[in-house]
């Protein structure tokens, strides 16, 4: 009888150790909500670490409990044990104890929702810039708007150390949701609504950002990227934002001209051309982005060239159709695209 038990409990602790080490080996690499690096991702990061404490503490008096009773209260051993139903005394510690440990839950939970709702207060915002940016939601990629220094790009998103940056997020079509674990908690990106959220970084780096709330099949694939640098790499990575469109030469001139005759212009801008297109992300200065598609492609040449053949066998379900170009004319978009720094 034992035995025939064996093989289905070793089973069950194997699949449990698989399931764990996959879900770790899934993490490596991966943005983790406990190495903070703005104030409210700190306390977002305290705060959870609390509630586990607490819950950590819950389990280890519940689970001794009940080992201890089933041993000590044997059945096999001592016939039933003595009923206490009706015993006021435990009915009292058994409904008080958790509404104790709710309660103290509660407290910490609601002071750390004041903590990150509202944007640092004026005397402190008055040391620190503030930036304001608009993250807006798109099938599948996130589109960033610097409404006061006047430039949109997408993916990727640059901001000063140190700086109060304040964000709107919206959403074109389906809820979103903006998420950047090092940096703050989600908030969801609604169309037709905006939701306020902010953070302030206190260490260079790049960080990664994920969509956080499932949006369609590319959902996972809503990835960008948060780029924290100093105040002059900042304002260095502004100029080139606001700059002009490149001028075009060799190649990429009959890149350009594919580009603007084709159907590109439909679906993206690029700032001073025709390309006036909205349902992609604003093109004008590609290059200078490390990524692109959503953030999952490093842009590279022969990524943009694979992405130009067939953008559904990159990204499946992308808004973006196979246009059935000639290898020479990807070359030259491959080009143009290049040269758009
Ligand atoms: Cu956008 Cu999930």
Known sequence: ?????????????????????????????????????????????????????????????????????????????????????????????WTLAPAIVLAVVFVVSLQTLTQIAYLPTAASAQTATTVHVRAIGHQWFWEFDYPDLKFTTANEMHVPLGAIVSIDTEAVDVIHSFWVPQLAG???????????????????????????????????????????????????????????????????????????????????????????????PNLTHLASRKNFAGAILENTPQNLALWLQDPQKMKPGTLMPRLNLSQADINALVAYLTSLK
């Open 1 to 93: 009888m034992r035995d025939s038990h064996i093989g289905p409990i070793r089973s069950l602790v194997f699949a449990l150790a698989a399931s764990v080490a996959v879900m770790l080996a899934g993490c490596a690499g991966a943005p983790t909500p406990f190495a903070p690096a703005s104030p409210n991702a700190g306390a977002i990061a305290n705060l959870a670490k609390i509630i586990f404490g607490i819950a950590g503490v819950v389990f280890v008096v519940v689970e001794t409990l009940l080992i201890y009773s089933a041993w000590r209260f044997s059945r096999k051993r001592d016939g039933e044990p003595t009923q206490i139903e009706g015993n006021s005394k435990f009915e009292v510690a």
């Open 186 to 280: 989600k908030t969801d990106a609604i169309p037709g609504h905006i939701n306020h959220m902010w953070f302030q970084p206190t260490q260079i780096g790049t960080y990664h950002g994920q969509c956080a709330e499932f949006c369609g099949i590319e959902h996972a694939n809503m990835r960008f990227q948060v780029v924290v640098e100093s105040a002059e790499q900042f304002q260095t990575w502004v100029k080139g934002q606001q700059a002009p469109v490149a001028t075009m030469t060799g190649d990429a001139v009959k890149g350009e001209q594919i580009f603007l005759q084709g159907a590109c212009v439909g679906c993206h801008t690029v700032n001073g051309t025709k390309a006036i297109g909205k349902v992609g």
